[in-house]
């Protein structure tokens, strides 16, 4: 019987409680209460109900005889499996039955819960307890046996839980191992528990050791530990750890690794030993955790000594699992294989017959195990483990067989049967296993051969068969099975009950629409099984085509609206009959009128969909339309607002589509009686979604195929594939194809000793696809580097050394572990060294070699532990560091025979030996140097190359050339009092200088102008400003200034100069100029010079755009000083304002109705009032006016001097003050510049030819040359 989530409540209590009964739970009192649950409305309603017998198939249906309400409450129909529970009377019995079963203890494997037995581990001295609880009626009673003879439950240590059938033990001993059975007996039969394997637990420790084993093995040899377990049950988890002498620290568990792996029986096994793999005195310590007590214990210690050795080892087998397994269906099987070798195998683990491993099978991580989950019988075959290394090519293979038996499992499982007198039972037991299980039946708990004899119950091979019962033959019947795997047991009960027909709940009022298909339900019981059948109006049985009938259903098919009417539908058996009614509405169908259209658009557009519909006028009010996307329905304002539904569901707005839309859009309108569905599909092209399923289809010899399947393409078709690959030694993935056009498949070459993984991208017209899934890694083993190292160059730029530099070798390209540079050096003597780099990163050697300049020949090679790169390494030759030139050019001086301006000048020189050794390195011209006298520390250089080299340094001819003096014209800074010397160079160094000349250049044209730009412009001015050039080169002497008007994309041809002088503004260090005489709303280009005596300098222009006529800016009133007849009155027009065509003051005596107006000005920002009263106080403002616009500043009220405050005022101004202190300085800086040219002395000539050279070095006099002064 299977009832679920069945509530009782119980009567005869002042206050209800509910209490969950579990579905073989035993119903207490003879009146009860059932509560059901309406799934439809989530209520809850209670009713008591006085019932005889309620008991339910096991196909759902309820049987009860008699229903007395006790409450007004209606009852509900029934639980959401459909079936209501119908409670036991006191005068009817129910068979037991367990329900709750013994549960393991200390064990948590599968194994130990299997079939019909448990595992409970115990230990010494605590309690031990054996689940056991049974549901039944009358109540019952428990028996428990032990190995199975009964066991005696009243002993001082042994007791029963009260209203349980759980066994207790206390003070638990040895003595208490054993196989425990519960028995729940009522009169109704004989229900039995599992039974409980009771095993007490041993924990032993390790035997303590004096002295520890000493192992000696040579480095990169295998070495195998055993370890001696203590007996301990249940079995302990081994593991090693390695004890530093002297260490207090928690000593590290040794990891299995690819080299080192523990084996099923503990021993700790490695494929080579390392010496890394021993720290000093240190020792190996086998180690054990005994679950149940949650402790550790060490065994003896192991200690190893490592020789150093160079060997390396072919491989061979060190350790392997059982050749020959046994596993059991749904279990485990395993297999282990350990390899020695150095270098360390790889191993591979195939089936035989080329049969591939499927993905219950897993090879651990380091590849010694293969483990076989959920075995199926299909399982059953050869397999076998091999291993190779760089010394044995032919593998080394290891066998295993599995077979695969089965303890006895159902296949056809009996179960509960209810059922009325005088019907017919059968209990199905159809099992199986390897070996093929014994089946045997037991009638409550006995033998069935030695139960009463039944002339109504047959044995007929797998099933046991009741036909005709009696209301006695109620009892438990139990089949076991078992192999020599285990065994298995079914409990089940046959409980024959004698109910009248009730219906419990009736057809009800049903709403549906025409041409709809409708059932109407009527859950009825009893037993025997009742009979029903249904009435319309209480007088048309329903008989024809259009019904179909089940045995509590009608279904009637396209209704019509004459279907409108009452239903009966009466149940009976031979013990009476009972009926209940039901009504039928017919209703119009609802249609939707206007349905939405399909749509194609590119991503990013919007889409709208539009739903109309009518319905029956009884039910408008209930009809409402919801949206749905491929049948999930969608809510307003999903997709973060991106999707919305308007109009009370009559439209669908989609704001910005994406690929993501793309689906089938449904509006279904609903009134809760029937709806109508308009469908429509919405296509967004987009670029295509990412390929699916990506994976390695091959992977080895270095290379590897990828496969994958084509994702959505959005309606644009995809056109190819970005591959991507990601290594262990990358930080991200990197692209490194594309394929041509849509193939499925990609194969790629790969480095060696890599992991790598890979991903792609499908393209279409419309862009990129988001990555792929990540494929499973594909590794390649280690081999030779595939080159040596790329340009490779000898610098000679360190004197004394030979500096050698190349590009570094990635780690994808080292191909092995162990990598280092090898650099080898030869001599012209033919003497060869060597020299190691061991970091990859480090792509420069710098070797003492303590001489100048001697031919080497280079080789860098790429070496790993695999060895060298196949192919030969290039030999490059170059020289050690250079030195100083040993030669210093001579008679440095002005070439007389030279052209000379403010812009060049002529040099000459004695030329030097360019001999490799005078030049200790290659010769590469001379350079000039020179300095401004007052900055000596600021030297500039002039590059002088001579023919017969080029800039590199390398010589295209050998011989010095055949002149014995360079000349050279140069450029100078202009205005300059300046020293000059001239050097030899090689290709890094410089000789020493060449004896000095002073030289004054002559005056040159400025540069441009600095910080052009306009300050505000009004429709026929514009204010410009400008700092001095940053190269006065000479005094500057003025400034010209043009300007044009820009007509297009070109400029007028006319430059019109304008005449008058800038002003300059010391306070903010700059010029500024008001341009005049401009047209309204024009662009011009306002160009500037600065000038010289000698000339016009570098052009510096801005353009700008003169205004419309319209409003200038306000002016602002920034001073206004006043005299004993006038005031200067100052303004302020900011950068960006709009200026006045000019401006004006006006002024009027304070207490005076009309204002006076003052002279205009285009230029200036300021204007002075004159003719005034001394003493009087005065209104004045300022006017922009721009043709018929006039913009007043504020007034300020000014008051002017009397006579004797004017002089006062002009001694004590600030203005003079600062105007006193400038003079004198200037007084004082001519004094003392007349005081240096005096010292100087006197000039020379250019045409004095013994004059024009330098002193040498060593002559502390120097020579000054002025012939570059103005004429």
Same mark, same amino acid.
């Given at each position: 019987?299977?009832?679920?989530?069945?509530?009782?409540?119980?009567?005869?209590?002042?206050?209800?409680?509910?209490?969950?009964?579990?579905?073989?739970?035993?119903?207490?009192?003879?009146?009860?209460t059932?509560?059901?649950?309406?799934?439809?409305?989530?209520?809850?309603?209670?009713?008591?109900?006085?019932?005889?017998?309620?008991?339910?198939?096991?196909?759902?249906? *309820?049987c009860?005889?008699?229903?007395?309400?006790?409450?007004?409450?209606?009852?509900?129909?029934?639980?959401?499996?459909?079936?209501?529970?119908?409670?036991?009377?006191?005068?009817?019995?129910?068979?037991?039955?367990?329900?709750?079963?013994?549960?393991?203890?200390?064990?948590?494997?599968?194994a130990?819960?299997?079939?019909?037995?448990?595992?409970?581990?115990?230990?010494v001295?605590?309690?031990?307890?054996?689940?056991?609880?049974?549901?039944?009626?009358?109540?019952?009673?428990?028996?428990?046996?032990?190995?199975?003879?009964?066991?005696?439950?009243?002993?001082?240590?042994?007791?029963?839980?009260?209203?349980?059938?759980?066994?207790?033990?206390?003070?638990?001993?040895?003595?208490?191992?054993?196989?425990?059975?519960?028995?729940?007996?009522?009169?109704?039969?004989?229900?039995?528990?599992?039974?409980?394997?009771?095993?007490?637990?041993?924990? @032993? $420790?390790?035997?303590?050791?004096?002295?520890p084993?000493?192992?000696?093995?040579? #480095?990169?040899?295998?070495?195998?530990?055993?370890?001696?377990?203590?007996?301990?049950?249940?079995?302990?988890?081994?593991y090693?750890t390695?004890?530093?002498?002297?260490?207090?620290?928690?000593?590290?568990?040794?990891?299995?690794?690819?080299?080192v792996?523990?084996?099923?029986e503990?021993?700790?096994?490695?494929?080579?030993?390392?010496?890394?793999?021993?720290?000093?005195?240190?020792?190996?310590?086998?180690?054990?955790?005994?679950? !149940?007590?949650?402790?550790?214990?060490?065994?003896?210690?192991?200690?190893?000594?490592?020789?150093?050795?160079?060997?390396?080892? &072919?491989?061979?087998?060190?350790?392997?699992?059982?050749?020959?397994?046994?596993?059991?269906?749904?279990?485990?099987?395993?297999?282990?294989?350990?390899?020695?070798?150095?270098?360390?195998?790889?191993?591979?683990?195939?089936?035989?017959?080329?049969?591939?491993?499927?993905?219950?099978?897993?090879?651990?991580?380091?590849?010694?195990e293969?483990?076989?989950?959920?075995?199926?019988?299909?399982?059953k075959?050869?397999?076998?483990?091999?291993?190779?290394?760089?010394?044995?090519?032919?593998?080394?293979?290891?066998?295993f067989?599995?077979?695969?038996?089965?303890?006895?499992? %159902?296949?056809?499982e +009996?179960?509960?049967?209810?059922?009325?007198?005088e019907?017919?039972?059968?209990?199905?037991?159809? !099992?199986?296993?390897?070996?093929?299980?014994?089946?045997?039946? %037991?009638?409550?708990?006995?033998?069935?051969?030695d139960?009463?004899?039944?002339?109504?119950?047959?044995?007929?091979?797998?099933?046991?068969?009741?036909? /005709?019962?009696?209301?006695?033959?109620?009892?438990?019947?139990?089949?076991?099975? =078992?192999?020599?795997h285990?065994?298995?047991?079914?409990?089940?009960?046959?409980? *024959?009950?004698?109910?009248k027909?009730?219906?419990?709940?009736g057809?009800?009022?049903?709403?549906?629409?025409?041409?709809?298909?409708?059932?109407?339900?009527?859950?009825?019981n009893?037993?025997?099984d009742?009979?029903?059948?249904?009435?319309?109006?209480?007088?048309?049985?329903?008989?024809?085509?259009?019904?179909?009938?089940?045995?509590?259903?009608?279904?009637?098919? @396209?209704?019509?609206k004459?279907?409108? &009417?009452?239903?009966?539908?009466?149940?009976?058996?031979?013990?009476?009959?009972?009926?209940?009614?039901?009504?039928?509405?017919?209703?119009?169908?609802?249609?939707?009128?206007?349905?939405?259209?399909?749509?194609?658009?590119?991503?990013?557009?919007?889409?709208? %969909?539009?739903?109309?519909?009518?319905?029956?006028?009884?039910?408008?009010?209930?009809l409402?339309?919801l949206?749905?996307?491929?049948?999930?329905?969608?809510?307003?304002?999903?997709?973060?607002?991106?999707?919305?539904?308007?109009?009370?569901?009559?439209?669908?707005?989609?704001?910005?589509?994406?690929?993501?839309?793309?689906?089938?859009?449904?509006?279904?309108?609903?009134?809760?009686v029937?709806?109508?569905?308009?469908?429509?599909?919405?296509?967004?092209?987009?670029?295509?979604?990412?390929?699916?399923d990506?994976?390695?289809?091959?992977?080895?010899?270095?290379?590897?195929t990828?496969?994958?399947?084509?994702?959505?393409?959005?309606?644009?078709?995809?056109?190819?594939?970005?591959?991507?690959?990601?290594?262990?030694?990358?930080?991200?993935?990197?692209?490194?194809?594309e394929?041509?056009?849509?193939?499925?498949?990609?194969?790629?070459?790969?480095?060696?000793?890599?992991?790598?993984?890979?991903?792609?991208?499908?393209?279409n017209q419309?862009?990129?696809?988001?990555f792929?899934?990540?494929?499973?890694?594909?590794?390649?083993?280690?081999?030779?580097? #595939?080159?040596?190292?790329?340009?490779?160059?000898?610098?000679?730029?360190?004197?004394?050394k030979?500096?050698?530099?190349?590009?570094? *070798?990635?780690?994808? @390209?080292?191909?092995?572990?162990?990598?280092?540079?090898?650099?080898?050096?030869?001599?012209?003597?033919?003497?060869?060294?060597?020299?190691?780099?061991t970091?990859?990163?480090?792509?420069?050697?710098?070797?003492?070699?303590?001489?100048?300049?001697?031919?080497?020949?280079?080789?860098?090679?790429?070496?790993?532990?695999?060895?060298?790169?196949?192919? +030969?390494?290039?030999?490059?030759?170059?020289?050690?560091?250079?030195?100083?030139?040993?030669?210093?050019?001579?008679?440095?001086?002005?070439?007389?025979? =030279?052209?000379?301006?403010?812009?060049?000048?002529?040099?000459?020189?004695d030329?030097?030996?360019?001999?490799e050794?005078?030049?200790?390195?290659?010769?590469d011209?001379?350079?000039?140097?020179?300095?401004?006298?007052?900055?000596?520390?600021?030297?500039?250089?002039i590059? $002088?190359? !001579?023919? &017969?080299?080029?800039?590199?340094?390398?010589?295209?001819?050998?011989?010095?050339?055949?002149?014995?003096?360079?000349?050279?014209?140069?450029?100078?800074?202009?205005?300059?009092?300046?020293?000059l010397?001239?050097? =030899?160079? /090689?290709?890094?160094?410089?000789?020493?200088?060449?004896?000095?000349?002073?030289?004054t250049?002559? #005056?040159?044209?400025?540069?441009?102008?600095?910080?052009?730009?306009?300050?505000?412009r009004?429709?026929?001015?514009?204010?410009?400003?400008?700092?001095?050039?940053?190269?006065?080169?000479g005094?500057?002497v003025?400034?010209?200034?043009?300007?044009?008007?820009?007509?297009?994309?070109?400029?007028?041809?006319?430059?019109?100069?304008?005449?008058?002088?800038?002003?300059?503004?010391?306070?903010?260090?700059?010029?500024?100029?008001?341009?005049?005489?401009?047209?309204l709303?024009?662009?011009?280009?306002?160009?500037?010079?600065?000038?010289?005596?000698?000339?016009?300098?570098?052009?510096?222009?801005?353009?700008?755009?003169?205004?419309?006529?319209?409003?200038?800016? $306000?002016?602002?009133i920034?001073?206004?000083?006043?005299?004993?007849?006038?005031?200067?009155?100052?303004?302020?027009?900011?950068?960006?304002?709009?200026?006045?065509?000019?401006?004006?003051?006006?002024?009027?005596?304070?207490?005076?109705?009309?204002?006076?107006?003052?002279?205009?000005?285009?230029?200036?920002?300021?204007?002075?009032?004159?003719?005034?009263?001394?003493?009087?106080?005065?209104?004045?403002?300022?006017?922009?006016?721009?043709?018929?616009?006039? =913009?007043?500043?504020?007034?300020?009220?000014?008051?002017?001097?009397?006579?004797?405050?004017?002089?006062?005022?002009?001694?004590?101004?600030?203005?003079?003050?600062?105007m006193?202190?400038?003079?004198?300085?200037?007084?004082?800086?001519?004094?003392?510049?007349?005081?240096?040219?005096?010292?100087?002395?006197?000039?020379?000539?250019?045409?004095?030819?013994?004059?024009?050279?330098?002193?040498?070095?060593d002559?502390?006099?120097?020579?000054?040359? /002025?012939?570059?002064?103005?004429?």
């Amino acid at each position: 019987m299977q009832f679920q989530n069945l509530f009782c409540i119980m009567p005869g209590q002042s206050t209800i409680s509910v209490t969950k009964v579990h579905s073989r739970a035993l119903l207490d009192k003879g009146e009860l209460t059932r509560m059901c649950w309406n799934q439809g409305t989530g209520g809850q309603s209670i009713a008591r109900l006085n019932v005889l017998i309620g008991i339910a198939k096991t196909q759902g249906r *309820v049987c009860s005889v008699t229903m007395t309400f006790l409450s007004s409450l209606a009852i509900l129909s029934l639980l959401w499996t459909g079936v209501c529970l119908s409670i036991l009377n006191r005068k009817y019995g129910l068979p037991p039955s367990i329900i709750l079963e013994p549960k393991p203890a200390y064990c948590s494997l599968p194994a130990c819960d299997i079939g019909d037995t448990v595992t409970i581990y115990f230990k010494v001295e605590e309690k031990i307890r054996i689940k056991c609880n049974a549901s039944g009626r009358p109540e019952v009673t428990y028996k428990w046996t032990k190995d199975n003879l009964d066991f005696d439950t009243e002993s001082p240590r042994v007791s029963v839980e009260n209203g349980k059938g759980t066994l207790r033990i206390t003070n638990a001993s040895k003595a208490d191992n054993g196989i425990y059975q519960c028995f729940a007996t009522n009169t109704k039969g004989t229900a039995l528990s599992k039974k409980a394997n009771v095993v007490m637990t041993i924990n @032993d $420790v390790f035997k303590s050791v004096i002295r520890p084993e000493r192992r000696d093995v040579n #480095e990169g040899m295998p070495l195998s530990l055993k370890c001696k377990q203590p007996h301990v049950v249940p079995k302990p988890n081994v593991y090693w750890t390695f004890v530093e002498e002297y260490s207090t620290a928690q000593p590290p568990i040794i990891p299995n690794d690819k080299r080192v792996a523990i084996d099923y029986e503990g021993t700790l096994h490695f494929a080579n030993v390392k010496k890394s793999d021993v720290k000093g005195e240190g020792k190996f310590v086998c180690n054990m955790h005994n679950g !149940v007590y949650r402790t550790s214990s060490e065994g003896e210690d192991k200690i190893v000594n490592v020789i150093s050795s160079e060997s390396v080892n &072919g491989v061979s087998l060190l350790w392997r699992s059982d050749a020959s397994v046994l596993g059991l269906k749904n279990g485990k099987a395993k297999f282990m294989c350990i390899f020695a070798g150095k270098a360390t195998p790889d191993i591979v683990w195939k089936r035989k017959g080329g049969i591939k491993l499927n993905s219950r099978m897993k090879v651990s991580e380091h590849g010694q195990e293969l483990i076989i989950e959920d075995l199926e019988f299909a399982d059953k075959g050869e397999y076998e483990c091999s291993a190779t290394n760089d010394v044995t090519s032919t593998p080394v293979v290891a066998t295993f067989t599995l077979q695969v038996e089965a303890r006895p499992y %159902f296949v056809k499982e +009996p179960i509960d049967v209810t059922i009325g007198v005088e019907e017919n039972a059968e209990f199905f037991c159809m !099992v199986e296993g390897i070996p093929a299980p014994d089946v045997n039946w %037991f009638i409550n708990g006995q033998p069935i051969n030695d139960a009463p004899p039944n002339p109504r119950r047959t044995i007929q091979k797998d099933r046991l068969v009741f036909k /005709n019962v009696t209301d006695g033959d109620s009892q438990v019947i139990q089949c076991k099975a =078992a192999n020599k795997h285990g065994s298995l047991m079914a409990d089940v009960y046959l409980n *024959v009950l004698a109910l009248k027909a009730l219906v419990t709940d009736g057809p009800g009022k049903v709403k549906v629409a025409e041409g709809n298909s409708v059932t109407l339900k009527c859950e009825h019981n009893g037993k025997p099984d009742p009979a029903l059948k249904w009435m319309k109006n209480n007088v048309q049985p329903l008989n024809t085509d259009r019904y179909e009938f089940t045995h509590n259903t009608v279904l009637i098919k @396209d209704v019509l609206k004459k279907d409108n &009417g009452k239903y009966t539908c009466i149940s009976s058996n031979r013990f009476g009959s009972d009926n209940k009614t039901g009504e039928l509405i017919v209703r119009k169908k609802t249609k939707v009128t206007l349905r939405p259209v399909e749509r194609s658009l590119a991503y990013g557009e919007g889409a709208i %969909f539009n739903c109309l519909a009518t319905s029956d006028p009884s039910e408008q009010q209930f009809l409402e339309k919801l949206w749905f996307k491929n049948g999930v329905r969608i809510n307003n304002n999903d997709d973060d607002g991106n999707i919305q539904i308007l109009e009370n569901g009559d439209t669908l707005s989609i704001v910005k589509t994406s690929s993501k839309d793309s689906a089938n859009y449904s509006c279904v309108a609903d009134n809760k009686v029937d709806s109508d569905t308009g469908e429509s599909q919405l296509k967004v092209k987009a670029p295509p979604d990412p390929p699916r399923d990506l994976t390695i289809k091959t992977c080895g010899n270095l290379k590897v195929t990828l496969f994958w399947r084509p994702g959505f393409d959005n309606y644009m078709p995809i056109s190819n594939y970005v591959i991507y690959s990601k290594t262990n030694y990358d930080n991200a993935y990197k692209k490194i194809n594309e394929t041509i056009g849509t193939v499925s498949e990609y194969e790629q070459r790969l480095s060696a000793y890599a992991n790598y993984t890979f991903q792609i991208k499908a393209r279409n017209q419309l862009g990129e696809s988001v990555f792929s899934n990540i494929t499973p890694i594909c590794s390649t083993k280690a081999a030779i580097p #595939e080159q040596h190292p790329t340009n490779v160059r000898i610098v000679e730029n360190m004197t004394g050394k030979l500096v050698i530099e190349w590009d570094p *070798v990635e780690p994808i @390209d080292q191909n092995g572990p162990d990598f280092k540079y090898v650099i080898i050096t030869q001599d012209k003597a033919g003497n060869k060294k060597s020299y190691e780099v061991t970091d990859w990163k480090t792509t420069r050697k710098e070797i003492d070699v303590n001489n100048i300049y001697k031919e080497y020949k280079v080789q860098v090679k790429a070496v790993n532990s695999k060895g060298e790169a196949a192919i +030969p390494p290039l030999v490059y030759t170059g020289h050690s560091g250079m030195g100083v030139p040993t030669v210093v050019p001579g008679n440095f001086e002005v070439d007389p025979d =030279a052209p000379y301006t403010h812009e060049t000048i002529g040099l000459r020189w004695d030329a030097v030996d360019m001999s490799e050794e005078t030049m200790q390195g290659k010769f590469d011209g001379y350079k000039i140097r020179y300095w401004h006298m007052d900055q000596p520390d600021k030297v500039k250089e002039i590059q $002088v190359e !001579v023919p &017969g080299t080029n800039k590199k340094g390398r010589r295209k001819r050998r011989q010095a050339t055949a002149e014995s003096k360079i000349r050279r014209t140069v450029r100078l800074p202009p205005n300059a009092d300046l020293q000059l010397d001239v050097v =030899a160079r /090689n290709t890094y160094l410089d000789s020493n200088g060449s004896n000095k000349i002073n030289i004054t250049t002559p #005056e040159g044209v400025p540069g441009p102008v600095q910080s052009l730009e306009s300050m505000y412009r009004s429709g026929h001015f514009v204010k410009i400003k400008w700092e001095k050039p940053k190269e006065e080169n000479g005094k500057i002497v003025g400034y010209d200034i043009e300007y044009e008007e820009i007509i297009g994309l070109g400029v007028d041809k006319e430059s019109i100069p304008v005449q008058s002088e800038p002003e300059w503004v010391a306070e903010r260090k700059q010029y500024e100029f008001g341009v005049p005489g401009l047209e309204l709303n024009t662009n011009y280009r306002i160009k500037v010079w600065a000038k010289t005596k000698t000339g016009r300098g570098d052009i510096e222009f801005v353009d700008v755009k003169t205004a419309a006529e319209n409003m200038p800016t $306000v002016p602002l009133i920034v001073d206004a000083l006043p005299a004993k007849t006038s005031i200067n009155v100052t303004w302020q027009i900011n950068k960006g304002d709009v200026a006045g065509y000019h401006y004006f003051v006006e002024y009027r005596k304070y207490g005076e109705h009309k204002f006076q107006s003052g002279p205009p000005e285009k230029r200036n920002t300021w204007s002075v009032i004159n003719n005034l009263t001394s003493g009087s106080s005065y209104e004045v403002k300022v006017v922009a006016e721009s043709g018929k616009f006039k =913009a007043r500043s504020e007034i300020r009220l000014v008051t002017t001097a009397k006579t004797d405050e004017v002089a006062s005022a002009v001694y004590n101004a600030e203005w003079f003050i600062i105007m006193m202190v400038v003079l004198a300085l200037l007084i004082l800086i001519l004094f003392i510049v007349c005081l240096v040219k005096r010292s100087r002395g006197d000039k020379y000539h250019v045409q004095e030819k013994e004059k024009l050279r330098g002193l040498e070095n060593d002559e502390k006099k120097t020579a000054q040359y /002025n012939g570059f002064n103005d004429k």
